[in-house]
DNA sequence: TCCATGTTGGAACAGCGCTCCAGACATGTC
DNA sequence: GACATGTCTGGAGCGCTGTTCCAACATGGA
């Protein structure tokens, strides 16, 4: 440890796998999805590829890694226990995703990859614990915690990755108006009778804050936990 | 129309862009998300790039129309509209989804991308609309339908995706038992100071059905939902 | 001093998405 | 029949990617 520090303070930062993946996010952040090159990272570590394959398997890992750094990031700010309103408490974790996905958009798409190409990994149980761990304090049975926070989780990353398109915007505030205006102008115009519903709730899109309306989906899920508590009343 | 067959039927069947996207998806059953590649596609079609590229503007647009063509299908099944019991109509919807993703399993990497990169494509109303369709019907206040059939959207995606990993493996049957008892042991030997929430239910992982943990999760969110139904009471 | 071990970075490779373009083909005009 | 037109084809090739290989380096112990 001593050693590798002092070895390399010779000239640059040591090579290391934390800095590597320190600088993956940076790139991700910068230039999105496709900013993330293996040309791109020797260029800004100043060295090889060969230097970096040393510490990271492939491209997939340090994704995966990107990933978990970003999320174990967000999920460390979660607040202290709070025994009595673990609803608010998981409300508080939802919001620490949301903003991390709005913070890294690219975060949206590399989480739904993760969980569904390989839902083993280091990513799904640190999401399932933060989450499972109030679910639990809500008196919910044994029986239904899987499915119960199961639900939740697949709600929180599907709804912030839907917003996730807006963060990819330039200029936030002004652009995220007129792209709403744009898709639901677009759902307006579908065959009315193919899309009765879509169309209806277009007005809804345009209109629609998106924090608000993730936790009024928030609460509609803990709704539905909540009358698991017990068996039939 | 009749030119353009007569004209092809020359010697191979004419090239169009529904040939190409039928091609592409059988690439991406039978390899996976690797599969399709413009080489494949060329060799399998027995022409060159710039035939493929006459219909179809990029591999992006291609991977769209694949997914949208197997959604499609899939929700084409949709049971006859039954007034009585709407829930019963959502259930059906999400196993819908559900087999297809079983089916097709790069269809659940490829529709969380979708939706996370692009919620303004094709297949996000098509969802909305099948399931948002039944939502209605369930006495929702029309100020619910967005965050309901949202809930729903994304928990089917999200679980469904989940076990499309299964469905990767080779033997399915023999070989599903000890993948979900690896992930399950794994998480059994999680920290337990970090981890106690995952080990708990590391059990539930290993024995779960998947269908029916599915089912189970719609209905916990259906709950949710119908308690929307009066403001309060 | 010399070696063993753990690291580095550059050259090179196969494969990718994609562009370009010369030409085949059916068609409408004279 | 001859020709010009616009649609459609397929092959050569470009720039870029992730990845491998390996000769050179730094360092700590004998």
Chains 1, 2 share one sequence.
């Not at 800004?44 to 990933?67: F, S």
């Amino acid at each position: 440890m001593a050693t590798r520090t002092r070895r390399s303070q010779r000239r640059t930062e040591a090579l290391s796998r934390e800095r590597i993946v320190e600088t993956a996010v940076e790139l991700l952040d910068a230039d999105g999805e496709g900013g993330l090159t293996f040309r791109a990272l020797t260029e800004r570590l100043a060295t090889g590829p060969g230097a970096i394959y040393w510490h990271v398997a492939n491209k997939g890992e340090l994704l995966g890694a990107a990933t978990d750094a970003v999320v174990a990031a967000a999920l460390a700010i979660e607040p202290a226990e709070s025994p009595d309103a673990p609803q608010e408490a998981v409300r508080a974790v939802a919001l620490g995703l949301f903003d991390a996905i709005d913070e890294h958009p690219w975060l949206a798409t590399q989480l739904a990859v993760q969980l569904s190409r390989s839902p083993w990994g280091p990513v799904t149980p640190r999401i399932f614990e933060s989450v499972g761990r109030h679910v639990r304090a809500l008196d919910v049975p044994e029986a239904g915690w899987f499915t119960a926070t199961s639900a939740l989780v697949h709600y929180i990353l599907g709804a912030a990755g839907q917003n996730a398109a807006n963060a990819r915007l330039p200029g936030r505030d002004v652009d995220r108006a007129e792209f709403l205006d744009a898709v639901s102008t677009a759902w307006e115009e579908l065959d009315p009778d193919d899309y009765p519903f879509t169309r209806a709730i277009a007005d809804q899109l345009r209109e629609h804050d998106d924090r608000e309306q993730f936790l009024a989906g928030i609460d509609l899920v803990l709704t539905g936990i909540t009358a698991l508590r017990r068996p039939s009343g």
